[in-house]
T-cell receptor, first 117, second 113 residues
């Protein structure tokens, strides 16, 4: 079974600064995907960024980037130029590669990020 | 507009009653999922369905039941056997059961007293 651990229940950052959220996972799979989801106060889950395990290059989406360390099973999210709208709960999630039993997302416990003006 | 709808947003029930949460999608997605979210915890998978008339248990299926009679609909019934039903329930769908992105509905907050 896969496990995902987010060791920072809460974090805060000043507007325009950079913050990094940590995530570690445990799996015996070689083919998998990792995700960061954002859940703002509206509670709508929004996909922030995705990383395929077979890709060595770290994924980037505008101000969001990841540091994927496959050997260390680490998948951190860096948010640059933080904005007030980035205030949300952030979840790290794991998905096995394509399989016949369906795509199951395994989530971490979440990190509540607050961006202060 | 395409998307996933869950209704109602808030639901209140008395203990011992079964309750059904609605989830509808018009994205033409094959796969649909139900997750439960509790304070301080991530989402946990209850049930998922890859195709009409087929579904599989997730990690916490006890006390829940589902049906998938139509591609667009995946209702979740919280039965009286579920010991701690008060939670936030999220429905999601994806294009297929591969790695495709899962799109989430707005959720239903169920309170059982």
């Amino acid at each position: 079974a896969q496990t995902v651990t987010q060791s920072q229940p809460e974090m805060s950052v000043q507007e325009a600064e950079t913050v990094t959220l940590s995530c570690t996972y445990d799996t015996s799979e070689s083919n998998y995907y990792l995700f960061w989801y954002k859940q703002p106060p509206s509670r709508q889950m929004i996909l922030v960024i995705r990383q395929e395990a077979y890709k060595q290059q770290n994924a980037t989406e505008n101000r969001f980037s990841v540091n994927f360390q496959k050997a260390a099973k680490s998948f951190s999210l860096k948010i640059s130029d933080s904005q007030l709208g980035d205030t949300a709960m952030y979840f790290c999630a794991f998905m096995k590669g394509r399989e016949t039993s369906g795509s199951r997302l395994t989530f971490g416990e979440g990190t509540q990020l607050t961006v202060n003006p | 507009d395409g998307g996933i709808t869950q209704s109602p947003k808030y639901l209140f029930r008395k203990e011992g009653q079964n309750v059904t949460l609605s989830c509808e999608q018009n994205l033409n997605h094959d796969a649909m999922y139900w997750y439960r979210q509790d304070p301080g915890q991530g989402l946990r998978l209850i049930y998922y369905s890859q195709i009409v008339n087929d579904f599989q248990k997730g990690d916490i299926a006890e006390g829940y039941s589902v049906s998938r009679e139509k591609k667009e609909s995946f209702p979740l019934t919280v039965t009286s056997a579920q010991k701690n039903p008060t939670a936030f329930y999220l429905c999601a769908s994806s294009r297929d059961s591969g790695w495709a992105e899962q799109y989430f509905g707005p959720g239903t907050r169920l309170t059982v007293t």
